[in-house]
């Protein structure tokens, strides 16, 4: 059970977590169909490298993005006795 | 000390009974294939293949019975991570996600991925924003849930009513989807087909509702899942000595590409801002398959990946899955499940896409009109591909392809044998059905707890009568359903995204600034919603007359801003929210502890008891 005192600090640590989640993973789903175009002259396993990534590349990036995400906010929680017993 | 009671624990069986179900499956299709060689007529193949498969799914939702309203709207709270993700994955895609997508990566190629980075980018926000909290607070619907944040009642009917739109869109989309496949895998006509699919829709769902739901969609979403890999795979072991579909076409692509460039395809840009996306009619190959913004613009690609991440993010339909997970940390990593089967998936259809685009460069472009392959000639006779002109030989300007046809084509262009066409029209069948009952579940949820029951003071208190209200809703929302799909005719992937556009609109923004701004007060959020969903049905209508230059189906890039300012400005401009608010607020935002609705049930049955009425769930 989280203690009072313990509330302001989790909840700032909380947000920071949300905006190093965020922000780089928003970065990339900006940034990657804008550069497709002419990173399709360069080719892996045979794939246009601009295809491959907003089609592989953007489901690999969200699955680590989510699973760093709930590991580190999942310590985040533990850190401040926030987490839920078990 | 802690209070927190955990949920009874998932059942450790589960992978066994999914196995067995699966094993049974795959006995069913390899015993139709030896029927079929022997001798046995399609149509008794395609009668077993319709309905014993859907007859179990049934079976499954009867089994999954429930008279406890915490198992009928939020499954027990005890689904394991992987079920409640696949179910999330399968329920975000439906028909459009695997039918739909294949057609648009045939025709549009690159142009068609703003929508897998929609809904990736649509759980990321979704896990990091908004699942947590709303697990916490365990409230079963969305309006319940805003209804408690800020104590207001009215705020709960105007969150149902405004977002009712939204789902019912969503619901005919995957019933008009679903008729359309339907009808090819029974060779019956659409009416029948849509019967049929409300018929599955009602029966997976109406005896135990979210628990019905968790495991005949687990199910079918397992079955959809089959059917999508087999014929692929079975496609990439021919092309590519690999039997990994998703990884191995990029040597086809690459030939692809080589003989796009043969043909003169042009290397076109579209204006910035178009959104040219191909409809129901018979579309051709006039793209390069990896070229980037041919048909949707650079802007309309960012613009529409932004509204179907935060359609997705705020949408009732899945939102409404997030009570069904034992904990915080479970709901966290169904998203990260439902994530996984989403991209593999859709990376799957991609390679259907490209390798149906393959069998047509390779067996059609070119080749006298006379002797058009048996295989297109089939598809000319069902409808769903033609050839223009008169020119001796076809050429790519001449073919057209149905884009809700390719998907089915493949096995066809593969001269596989009929069973496996049945069994891909099953998986899109059964992927309609997943969305289509996740949806009507939602509606009949909304009704029964926010509209029925929710101007009432305090919960109501029988649960026979609770949960027969929930029962009749579900049946006339899928029949309600059913008719708007025939009679809309509209194309499922407009209803699509216009219900994505819609659910933005309407609750993306006050759900974030519910959780993350103290600030925002019950004024603010029921001003907020509904001038999101003003702008956005004005938007809607504008693009459809042609008075704006922006599609109808971008809506949501005008609602949400819309949406977050006025909530934001009124709220600032309004009183501050209450101390209770800011406790409820104070106590969501903290994993530990019990359930928020559980506890505030709990007690309320306590008291109940003490007077001797009957407790409630």
């Known amino acids: ?86 | 000390m802690s209070v927190a009671l955990r949920a009874r624990p998932a059942n450790p069986r589960l992978g066994t009974y999914f196995g067995i179900l699966l094993s049974t499956f795959v006995t069913l299709v390899v015993l139709l294939m030896m029927f079929e060689q022997l001798g046995v007529s399609t149509g008794l193949l395609r009668l077993a293949m319709s309905t014993l498969p859907l007859l179990l799914f049934i079976a499954i939702g009867a089994a999954s019975f429930a008279n406890e309203p915490r198992d009928y709207f939020a499954s027990g709270r005890r689904v394991p991570a992987f079920f409640n993700g696949l179910v999330s994955g399968f329920a975000a895609l439906g028909g459009v996600g695997i039918i739909v997508m294949s057609g648009l990566y045939f025709v549009v190629g690159y142009d068609a991925q703003f929508l897998l980075m929609g809904w990736c980018a649509g759980f990321v926000m979704m896990v990091v924003l908004i699942v947590p909290y709303l697990r916490k607070a365990g409230a079963y619907t969305l309006a319940g849930y805003l209804s408690r944040r800020f104590e207001s009642r009215g705020l709960r009917i105007l969150t149902a009513a405004l977002l009712l739109p939204a789902v019912m869109l969503l619901l005919a989309a995957e019933m008009r989807l679903g008729a359309f496949v339907g009808s090819w895998l029974t060779g019956q006509s659409e009416a029948t087909a849509a019967l049929a699919m409300v018929s599955v829709v009602i029966g997976c769902v109406v005896f135990g509702g979210m628990r019905s739901l968790t495991w005949s969609s687990s199910a079918k979403a397992l079955v959809a899942l089959l059917a999508l890999l087999i014929p692929v795979t079975v496609v990439a072991l021919w092309v590519t000595n690999l039997p990994l579909p998703q990884f191995s076409y990029g040597p086809t692509l690459r030939g692809l590409g080589r003989q796009e460039w043969a043909l003169g395809f042009p290397n076109v840009e579209a204006a910035r801002f178009a959104f040219d996306l191909p409809g129901l009619g018979f579309h051709g190959m006039t793209k390069r398959f990896a070229e980037p913004f041919a048909s949707v613009g650079m802007g309309s690609f960012l613009l529409a990946t932004f509204a179907i991440m935060a359609g997705v993010a705020a949408s009732p339909v899945l939102l409404s899955r997030t009570g069904t997970s034992p904990g915080v940390y479970e709901a966290r990593k169904s998203i990260g499940w439902a994530v996984v089967m989403l991209g593999f998936t859709v990376i799957t259809v991609s390679a259907v896409a490209v390798f149906f685009r393959d069998f047509v460069m390779q067996d059609l472009v070119g080749i006298e009109r006379e002797k058009a392959p048996a295989w297109f000639m089939a598809l000319v006779k069902l409808g769903l591909a033609q050839m223009d002109g008169q020119a001796e030989r076809l050429a790519v300007s001449s073919l057209g392809f149905k884009r809700d046809a390719v998907l089915f084509a493949l096995p066809i262009a593969a001269g596989m044998p009929a069973v496996v066409t049945h069994l891909a029209l099953l998986g899109g069948f059964a992927a309609c059905t997943i969305a289509a009952a996740a949806a009507a579940h939602t509606i009949s949820v909304i009704v029964c707890e926010d509209i029925i029951f929710g101007t009432r003071k305090a919960p109501v208190t029988s649960k026979p009568m609770r949960l027969n209200v929930a029962r009749a809703s579900l049946a006339i929302a899928v029949a309600l359903g059913g008719w708007a799909g025939l009679m809309l005719g509209a194309d499922p992937l407009d209803l699509f995204l216009w219900s994505l556009a819609l659910s933005g609109s309407v609750a993306f923004p006050i759900l974030i600034l519910s959780i993350w701004w103290k600030r925002l007060n019950k004024i603010g959020a029921g001003a907020g919603m509904a001038a999101g969903f003003s702008a956005a049905v004005l938007t809607m209508l504008a693009g459809e007359a042609g008075f704006i230059g922006l599609d109808s189906r971008l809506a949501g890039v005008v609602g949400i801003p819309v949406c977050l300012v006025t909530a934001m400005a009124v709220s600032a401009l309004g009183a501050r929210p209450s101390l209770t608010q800011l406790e409820y607020l104070r106590e969501i935002r903290v994993p530990g502890g019990e359930t928020v609705y559980d506890r505030e049930m709990r007690l309320l049955r306590l008291r109940q008891k003490r007077r001797g009425a009957e407790p409630s769930g």
């Open chain 1, 1 to 86: 059970m989280i203690q009072n005192k313990e509330r302001k600090p989790y909840w700032r640590h909380t947000k920071w977590q949300m905006l190093a989640t965020l922000v780089p993973f928003l970065a990339v789903l900006i940034a990657l169909p804008l550069y497709a175009g002419p990173l399709n002259s360069n080719k892996f396993l045979s794939f246009p490298l601009g295809f491959l990534m907003v089609g592989h590349g953007i489901v690999l990036i969200a699955i680590f993005t989510i699973a760093s995400f709930v590991n580190r906010q999942d310590a985040v929680d533990h850190w401040h006795g926030a987490h839920e017993d078990t």
